[in-house]
């Protein structure tokens, strides 16, 4: 069983094309989506692509060293200080316009 | 003596004080100030005729003095231009006549203007012009000449412009100021052609007169004292450089000339002197009869060595000099507005003085000293002939001759001191326009210009006859209308004026001017000479002969006669149609085929491709501007996208 699984188990380009996948998923929700949350949630997909992304490398090129791991809880931390401030800026919006709906939030028309 | 700047800075001083502050207050006090000025600037200027003339006496040489100058700019070592007080006799004249003739006419204007709107901006203006008047008459250089000659013009074209409102005084204004605007453009041509040449020959000639051992070291390329220099006028006329087949001293001075002929309404820019009487009447008695119009002429006479080393230029002022005379005396034989007759007449003298420049040379200057005569005596006379003009039409309220009459009654003053300038301005003994023409026709005979001779006394003659016109229709006869019928005479700050200046038009012909002005070695006075003056005074009374009998009574024989002559005198009376000629040639030529074409061009192509440009602009702006959504998903897909063009770019080139 464990050989069978070490048989089909993923290498670098299997977790890249991850990574990739992740990322694009994001990517679109990010430019498709009307809902401000969500599109926070899109960002937050991103996020974890590049971080999962750092610890493939890692894992992969250097298995001695630890750079991508602290890499990547570095960009956790980050997500979450990130995510604070854009659900305040979420809330204060919708406390203005009663709406998270990206669409009406277009003041800086030219 | 080194207080003479006092005499221009004086109404300079005034002119700033009462336009920015006493005016709008008070404009009482504004002519009282304007005039207080001008009287002292006048009692300066004769303390310096006086310290002059008793340090330099009748009959002795008179030097000429730069007794205060600063230097204003500095182009590079050797060519610096300063403003100062040149005095030397024909300034100091000048000065004398210019502060006389103003503070008189400043006084005449307080009463003539009473009530008048903007009475203290008249006041400004005229303070304006006599600064700048006087600034011309003390320019040791051509520069300060040039700039001040300017400054003439617009207070000129501001005082023509007087009474705004009405369109006749704005297009006269306009005139004026275009007309000698662009005799001015020749001016300054000649003034930049001397003054480069100027220049250019300066380091020769400082070593060729020694100037750092004769005392010559102040003088600047632009002075007078440098460009009437014998030694320079020889080298630049030896220069062999030509235009046209021209010599450069010769052109420089036609050019010089042009300025001075728009100045002094020589023919043919003559035209705009007769409109220019739109003004105020005791403008037109300082400005464009005793001061600014003999600007010209004193031009003339302050390089007379240059214009007499070149012959040919001196023969030009003559020949123009003599023929205006005559013409503005025919056109003056016929018109009905008192003033313009009297803007005739002042031509015609000018003529008269640019005439005895003309025939004189360097040995025999005789007509120098008798163009300075005529100068100073026409200046008093005709200033006295407006304001008994002004005064008249002060009473009568119209200008034309033919609405007055019968007015000797009426207005005795005015009357009596109107008569001595006419008597004096058609040369009868002892008035002073008989000693000023006197000697300009025997400088023209002792010279042997015997057809410019001819041509003064014919002059003289008509002088006499349509001086003597406007007097007996004006002050004989019935009263014609209404308004002569209530005239009363003039208020005494009116007519003190003009007795002043009768009394000056009585006596001042009695002044040895021989003796304190003259060019090159001293030509004894020589007083009366009875083989000119007899004709003389004989044209002059058969042109009064001829007045009396035709316009004295209703002037039925004038009318009867000027049907005779028919063409002849719709001719002379529409002054030759020279205004109708030059409209010709500036609208149906000028305006036609050289303006109207560069408008187009100006309007189409130059505005067009600045609108274009500008069109351009905001049409692209406008279409880029529908990129801007508003939309921060928008521009994240346009970022992508970017992105992904430029990796595939990156990429189709790397491998």
Same mark, same amino acid.
């Given at each position: 069983?464990?050989?069978?699984?070490?048989?089909?188990?993923?290498?670098?380009?299997?977790?890249?094309?991850?990574?990739?996948?992740?990322?694009?998923?994001?990517?679109?929700?990010?430019?498709?989506?009307?809902?401000?949350?969500?599109?926070?949630?899109?960002?937050?997909?991103?996020?974890?692509?590049?971080?999962?992304?750092?610890?493939?490398?890692?894992?992969?090129?250097?298995?001695?060293?630890?750079?991508?791991?602290?890499?990547?809880?570095?960009?956790?931390?980050?997500?979450?200080?990130?995510?604070?401030?854009?659900?305040?800026?979420?809330?204060?919006?919708?406390?203005?316009?009663?709406?998270?709906?990206?669409?009406?939030?277009?003041?800086?028309?030219? | 003596?080194?207080?003479?700047?006092?005499?221009?800075?004086?109404?300079?001083?005034? +002119?700033?004080?009462?336009?920015?502050?006493?005016?709008?207050?008070?404009?009482?006090?504004?002519?009282?100030?304007?005039?207080?000025?001008?009287?002292?600037?006048?009692?300066?200027?004769?303390?310096?005729?006086?310290?002059?003339?008793?340090?330099?006496?009748?009959?002795?040489? =008179?030097?000429?003095?730069? $007794?205060?100058?600063? %230097?204003?700019?500095?182009?590079?070592?050797?060519?610096?231009?300063?403003?100062?007080?040149?005095?030397?006799?024909?300034?100091?004249?000048?000065?004398?006549?210019?502060?006389?003739?103003?503070?008189?006419?400043?006084?005449?204007?307080?009463?003539?203007?009473? #009530?008048?709107? #903007?009475? #203290?901006?008249?006041?400004?203006?005229?303070?304006?012009?006599?600064?700048?008047?006087?600034?011309?008459?003390?320019?040791?250089? *051509?520069?300060?000449?040039?700039?001040?000659?300017?400054?003439?013009?617009?207070?000129?074209?501001?005082?023509?412009?007087?009474?705004?409102?009405?369109?006749?005084?704005?297009?006269?204004?306009?005139?004026?100021?275009?007309?000698?605007?662009?005799?001015?453009?020749? +001016?300054?041509?000649?003034?930049?052609?001397?003054?480069?040449?100027?220049?250019?020959?300066?380091?020769?000639?400082?070593?060729?007169?020694?100037?750092?051992?004769?005392?010559?070291?102040?003088?600047?390329?632009?002075?007078?004292?440098?460009?009437?220099?014998?030694?320079?006028?020889?080298?630049?006329?030896?220069?062999?450089? @030509?235009?046209?087949? *021209?010599?450069?001293?010769?052109?420089?001075?036609?050019?010089?000339?042009?300025?001075?002929?728009?100045?002094?309404? !020589? &023919?043919?820019?003559?035209?705009?002197? $007769?409109?220019? !009487?739109?003004? /105020?009447? $005791?403008?037109?008695?300082?400005?464009?009869?005793?001061?600014?119009?003999?600007?010209?002429?004193?031009?003339?006479?302050?390089? &007379? /060595?240059? &214009?007499?080393?070149?012959? @040919?230029?001196?023969?030009?002022?003559?020949?123009?000099?003599?023929?205006?005379?005559?013409?503005?005396?025919?056109?003056?034989?016929?018109?009905?507005?008192?003033?313009?007759?009297?803007?005739?007449?002042?031509?015609?003298?000018? #003529?008269?003085?640019?005439?005895?420049?003309?025939?004189?040379?360097?040995?025999?200057?005789?007509?120098?000293?008798?163009?300075?005569?005529?100068?100073?005596?026409?200046?008093?006379?005709?200033?006295?002939?407006?304001?008994?003009?002004?005064?008249?039409?002060?009473?009568?309220?119209?200008?034309?001759?033919?609405?007055?009459?019968?007015?000797?009654?009426?207005?005795? *003053?005015?009357?009596?001191?109107?008569?001595?300038?006419?008597?004096?301005?058609?040369?009868?003994?002892?008035?002073?326009?008989?000693f000023s023409k006197d000697e300009i026709l025997a400088s023209a005979l002792g010279n042997g210009h015997t057809f410019i001779f001819g041509v003064a006394m014919l002059v003289a003659g008509l002088t006499a006859f349509y001086m003597f016109r406007i007097y007996f229709v004006t002050f004989w006869g019935p009263h014609r209308t209404h308004g002569a019928d209530h005239a009363h005479e003039a208020p005494a700050l009116m007519w003190m004026p003009m007795a002043f200046l009768a009394i000056l038009s009585a006596v001042t012909g009695f002044v040895p001017m021989?003796?304190?002005?003259?060019?090159? %070695?001293? %030509?004894?006075? =020589?007083?009366?000479?009875?083989? *000119?003056?007899?004709?003389?005074?004989?044209?002059?009374?058969?042109?009064?002969?001829?007045?009396?009998?035709?316009?004295?009574?209703?002037?039925?024989?004038?009318?009867t006669l000027a049907a005779r002559l028919g063409v002849i005198y719709q001719a002379i009376k529409q002054k030759f149609y020279f205004d109708e000629l030059y409209l010709f040639v500036t609208h149906k030529i000028i305006f036609r085929n050289i303006a109207r074409p560069i408008a187009w061009f100006d309007k189409k192509v130059v505005d067009g491709g600045v609108d274009a440009s500008g069109w351009i602009t905001r049409t692209s702006g406008l279409l880029l501007s529908y990129l801007q959504t508003g939309q921060v998903q928008t521009y994240g897909l346009w970022?992508?996208?970017?992105?992904?063009?430029?990796?595939?770019?990156?990429?189709?080139?790397?491998?």
């Amino acid at each position: 069983m464990t050989e069978l699984l070490a048989r089909f188990a993923p290498g670098l380009h299997e977790w890249l094309t991850l990574c990739a996948v992740l990322y694009a998923i994001g990517l679109y929700g990010l430019l498709t989506r009307r809902n401000a949350i969500a599109i926070l949630m899109a960002v937050e997909i991103m996020l974890n692509a590049a971080a999962l992304n750092a610890v493939v490398f890692n894992r992969f090129v250097t298995p001695n060293e630890i750079d991508g791991h602290i890499m990547a809880i570095f960009v956790i931390v980050m997500a979450a200080a990130e995510i604070v401030v854009g659900m305040a800026i979420v809330v204060s919006l919708y406390r203005l316009r009663a709406s998270v709906d990206v669409n009406q939030m277009n003041s800086m028309k030219g | 003596m080194q207080h003479a700047w006092l005499i221009p800075a004086l109404p300079l001083i005034s +002119f700033a004080v009462t336009g920015l502050f006493i005016s709008p207050m008070s404009k009482r006090a504004a002519g009282v100030v304007a005039t207080l000025s001008i009287v002292a600037a006048a009692v300066c200027a004769y303390a310096l005729a006086w310290e002059y003339f008793t340090a330099y006496p009748a009959g002795h040489d =008179h030097p000429a003095l730069v $007794p205060w100058s600063y %230097e204003w700019l500095r182009y590079q070592p050797g060519l610096t231009v300063n403003v100062g007080v040149l005095v030397d006799p024909i300034s100091v004249l000048l000065m004398i006549v210019v502060t006389t003739v103003s503070a008189l006419v400043h006084i005449y204007s307080n009463a003539y203007m009473h #009530g008048e709107y #903007g009475f #203290g901006r008249y006041f400004t203006f005229l303070n304006l012009f006599t600064f700048s008047m006087l600034g011309l008459v003390v320019a040791p250089n *051509i520069i300060q000449m040039y700039v001040c000659w300017e400054l003439v013009g617009v207070s000129s074209f501001l005082l023509i412009g007087f009474y705004y409102s009405k369109p006749s005084a704005v297009a006269a204004s306009k005139k004026a100021f275009i007309v000698t605007r662009f005799a001015d453009l020749g +001016f300054l041509v000649g003034v930049i052609l001397l003054s480069y040449w100027g220049f250019k020959l300066y380091p020769d000639w400082t070593t060729q007169v020694g100037a750092a051992q004769n005392g010559l070291s102040h003088v600047q390329p632009v002075d007078f004292a440098y460009l009437n220099h014998p030694a320079f006028l020889e080298q630049f006329a030896g220069l062999g450089a @030509t235009f046209i087949g *021209i010599n450069l001293l010769t052109l420089a001075m036609v050019l010089v000339y042009m300025g001075a002929a728009g100045k002094s309404a !020589m &023919f043919p820019l003559h035209i705009w002197l $007769p409109d220019a !009487m739109e003004g /105020p009447t $005791p403008v037109s008695a300082l400005i464009h009869a005793a001061t600014m119009v003999v600007a010209g002429v004193y031009l003339v006479a302050r390089l &007379f /060595p240059a &214009f007499a080393f070149s012959g @040919t230029a001196l023969m030009v002022v003559a020949c123009v000099g003599a023929f205006t005379s005559l013409f503005a005396a025919v056109i003056g034989t016929t018109q009905d507005d008192i003033k313009r007759v009297l803007a005739f007449s002042t031509l015609s003298q000018l #003529g008269y003085m640019m005439l005895a420049l003309g025939v004189s040379t360097a040995d025999h200057a005789m007509g120098y000293t008798a163009s300075m005569f005529h100068l100073f005596t026409h200046a008093f006379f005709k200033a006295l002939l407006f304001l008994g003009a002004g005064a008249v039409i002060h009473a009568v309220h119209t200008n034309s001759i033919w609405e007055m009459g019968g007015l000797r009654k009426k207005m005795p *003053i005015t009357h009596i001191t109107f008569l001595i300038a006419t008597l004096a301005i058609s040369g009868i003994w002892p008035f002073a326009g008989f000693f000023s023409k006197d000697e300009i026709l025997a400088s023209a005979l002792g010279n042997g210009h015997t057809f410019i001779f001819g041509v003064a006394m014919l002059v003289a003659g008509l002088t006499a006859f349509y001086m003597f016109r406007i007097y007996f229709v004006t002050f004989w006869g019935p009263h014609r209308t209404h308004g002569a019928d209530h005239a009363h005479e003039a208020p005494a700050l009116m007519w003190m004026p003009m007795a002043f200046l009768a009394i000056l038009s009585a006596v001042t012909g009695f002044v040895p001017m021989g003796q304190y002005v003259s060019m090159g %070695e001293h %030509e004894a006075h =020589h007083g009366v000479n009875l083989a *000119i003056a007899i004709p003389a005074t004989l044209v002059a009374l058969l042109g009064i002969g001829v007045a009396a009998f035709l316009y004295i009574g209703d002037g039925s024989r004038a009318t009867t006669l000027a049907a005779r002559l028919g063409v002849i005198y719709q001719a002379i009376k529409q002054k030759f149609y020279f205004d109708e000629l030059y409209l010709f040639v500036t609208h149906k030529i000028i305006f036609r085929n050289i303006a109207r074409p560069i408008a187009w061009f100006d309007k189409k192509v130059v505005d067009g491709g600045v609108d274009a440009s500008g069109w351009i602009t905001r049409t692209s702006g406008l279409l880029l501007s529908y990129l801007q959504t508003g939309q921060v998903q928008t521009y994240g897909l346009w970022f992508t996208g970017g992105i992904a063009f430029v990796v595939l770019v990156l990429w189709a080139a790397l491998v």
